[in-house]
């Protein structure tokens, strides 16, 4: 890692409990988004909501929306937006539960990146958490083998490319202002919401009702019923995208990333409170696994730090 990056792990870990507490409320309302408009018209009718509001922010707290460097941050824009694009088709098919279990396999990608790309130290005690973590997923899946589908992997691909983005957030975006990076997302979202619409209108395809055809759904002129959703997501993203990027700006993406595992904490509450679904014992016992797994790394992390302010 540079030695001019300035570390702030403690920060970073208020910054991303505080960011999951806001997405694992907002993303509960892709299910009564889905059952009327598709996955691209919504993208884009959230950014056409949420960036005026980032332009505002950017004006009042004299933070710029331009990038220091333009490619790292579309880079990391066009990551995380293809990990959205994966995780919303899921949430919209799936139980959050389920879904959020295949996202966050997400720090295994980044233990594999940061420590056997980018040369950072890991440690035996880090990789036995993340095994932990890894473990106390599939207890929240709570899948047979026989029973996984297409669908089962959807969030998975969602994690690859989140993790890309997390590393890239932090190893390349160094010094890019929070509501630049959220600015850029929501564009980055919007494009692709575009080039999905072209082509399904091209295509013409089935469109299932409900949920079932939040992906292939092209742009619909009944949005009323979903627009309140819309618009509380919208409000949510940029304050939660903006805490978990601040959060990867400020730590260390293979520190940092555990503390995204509080989000099974809040995500299923909610997920039950909003719409009634049902965490059973057993991914109960894995949101432990997850919540040991996550101590285990924090306690590490702070004794690694330790020694290497006392050497």
């Known amino acids: 890692m540079n030695k001019d990056i300035v570390v702030n792990d403690r920060g970073a870990a208020i910054s991303m409990v505080a960011g999951m507490l806001v997405v694992g409320f907002i993303d509960n309302f892709i299910v009564f988004i889905s059952e009327t408009i598709g996955l691209w018209q919504f993208q884009i009718t959230r950014a056409a909501i949420a960036l005026p509001l980032v332009f505002l922010l ?19 824009s066009a990551f995380l937006a293809i990990s959205m694009l994966f995780y919303f088709w899921s949430l919209a098919l799936i139980p959050m539960a389920q879904a959020l279990a295949g996202l966050f396999t997400s720090p295994i990608f980044i233990l594999l990146i940061s420590g056997l790309i980018l040369r950072q130290r890991i440690g035996p005690m880090r990789i036995l958490a993340v095994v932990i973590g890894f473990v106390g997923i599939i207890f929240v899946v709570d899948t047979h083998l026989a029973d996984l589908s297409f669908l089962s992997f959807l969030p998975i691909f969602g994690g690859f490319f989140y993790a890309m983005a997390a590393v890239a957030t932090r190893q390349l975006c160094e010094g890019e202002s929070t509501l630049c990076l959220v600015a850029f997302l929501m564009i980055a979202q919007s494009l692709l919401g575009v080039i999905a619409l072209t082509v399904l209108t091209w295509i013409s395809p089935e469109v299932p009702e409900g949920s079932a055809g939040f992906v292939l759904r092209g742009w619909v002129s009944t949005i009323g019923p979903a627009l309140p959703w819309i618009f509380l997501q919208a409000i949510g993203s940029i304050f939660g995208i903006g805490l978990i990027i601040r959060a990867y700006q400020l730590g260390q993406a293979s520190y940092v990333a555990v503390y995204e595992y509080s989000v099974f904490i809040f995500g299923p509450f909610f997920a039950w409170l909003l719409i009634g679904q049902q965490v059973n014992l057993t991914q109960f016992f894995g949101i432990l696994l997850i919540a040991s797994a996550g101590t285990l790394i924090a306690l590490r992390s702070r004794k690694l730090d330790k020694e290497i302010t006392d050497t």
Do not use: D, E, I
């Not at 929306?65 to 490619?71: A, H, I, Q, T």
């Open 58 to 76: 950017a004006w009042f707290g004299a933070q710029t929306l331009r990038p220091n460097r333009l490619w790292p941050v579309a880079l990391r």
